[in-house]
């Protein structure tokens, strides 16, 4: 079959687990929170049950009906999808939940640099009926970013189950393969750092001419960058929300900044400047440069001026 797929990996997981094991793994729990929180509002406030279109668009943004497919397998995700338009707007609320959630956490750690001495609802993983289960509880750790790279393509594959052992039990899980899993790999390992979600003129040449502003042409046109932040910026139109986006950015920069992953999250703060150029674009706000500016200067940070441009698609 043919259709949209994704691939995103969880960013510098591989130094988190080196770094905190405990707080790597509640990273994996935390955003699979969110999932089951989609899924449930899907059951519960389906579109459909809202009483205009505005409404009915807004809720649906921040559902996950158009993914046909989700497999986590470690720290990373296959996704398919078939529409375009409603894939990008859902895909771009999730990375943003994602963002959010322990950015809160982080943000009011006593030292952003290292959160270690704050108290916070912990996902953990213990042993129970011979299972590891999931639960929450108060305890110390280190927060830290819920941020993805990914690709996405348009191509073809195929799903099939396939037998696997799991506490020594047969069990069945859903595997994916096909060229169109194989290119949306390749995308998320084209080599440019950060959390850029990277997609090819077969997704792109899929959205309508309203989508398409949130795609910025990469590598001289040949492949694009989906400006994920931009979407939920341009939906919510509250300004105040690219502070919030700052802010916590700054936190994460901070504390990760001379670490073996650093330059991710200087890549970070450079799509976070070309998402609300685009908003500010879109919405009509002013002086957006000076706010951006102010922000960094707020915090001793200097960016060079390279991908710092908007080009729209």
């Known amino acids: 079959m ?22 790597a793994a509640n990273l994996l729990l935390s955003y699979q929170l969110i999932v089951k929180t989609k899924l449930q509002d899907f059951e519960s406030h389906p579109p459909d049950s809202y009483p205009n279109d505005e409404l009915k668009e807004r809720a649906e943004s921040n559902l996950m ?16 999808a078939t529409d375009a338009d409603l894939f990008l707007r859902q895909l771009s609320n999730f990375l943003v939940s994602c963002f959010l959630l322990p950015s809160e956490l982080w943000r009011d750690a006593p030292d952003p640099a290292s959160p270690y001495n704050t108290e916070f609802p912990v996902f953990k993983l213990k042993p129970k009926d011979g299972k590891m289960k999931a639960h929450v509880e108060q305890d110390h750790m280190n927060v830290f970013p819920i941020l993805f790279r990914g690709g996405v393509t348009f191509g073809d594959f195929d799903t099939f189950r396939q ?26 390992s084209s080599g440019l750092k950060g959390p850029r979600i990277i997609c090819d003129g077969t997704f792109a040449d899929l959205l309508d001419d309203e989508h398409k502003k949130y795609v910025s042409p990469v590598n001289s046109g040949e492949l694009y960058e989906i400006l994920w932040p931009a979407y939920w910026l341009v939906e919510d139109n509250d300004v105040s929300n690219v ?20 330059d991710h999250y200087k ?6 400047v070309k998402s609300a150029r685009l908003f500010a674009q879109v919405r009509g706000v002013p002086n957006i440069d000076r706010t951006i500016d102010d922000l960094l200067a707020s915090a001793d940070i200097t960016l060079d001026d390279n991908g ?6």
Not at 2 to 20: Q, T
Not at 69 to 78: E, G, L, Q, V
Not at 163 to 188: C, P
Not at 308 to 313: G, L, N, S, V
């Open 267 to 272: 890549e970070m703060l450079k799509l976070f």
């Open 163 to 188: 037998n696997a052992v799991v506490n020594s039990e047969i069990g069945v899980v859903t595997n994916i393969l096909g060229n169109g899993v194989v290119n949306a790999v390749k995308l998320e």
């Open 2 to 23: 043919n259709g949209i797929i994704a691939f995103l990996d969880l960013l510098g997981f591989s130094y988190f687990c080196r770094a905190d094991f405990a707080s």
């Open 243 to 262: 502070n919030e986006l700052f802010r916590l950015a700054i936190h994460f920069y901070n504390g990760l900044k001379d670490t073996p992953v650093g």
């Open 65 to 80: 009906n158009s993914f046909n497919i989700f497999i986590p397998c470690s720290d990373s995700i296959f996704i398919t």
């Open 308 to 313: 710092w441009k908007f080009e729209a698609c």
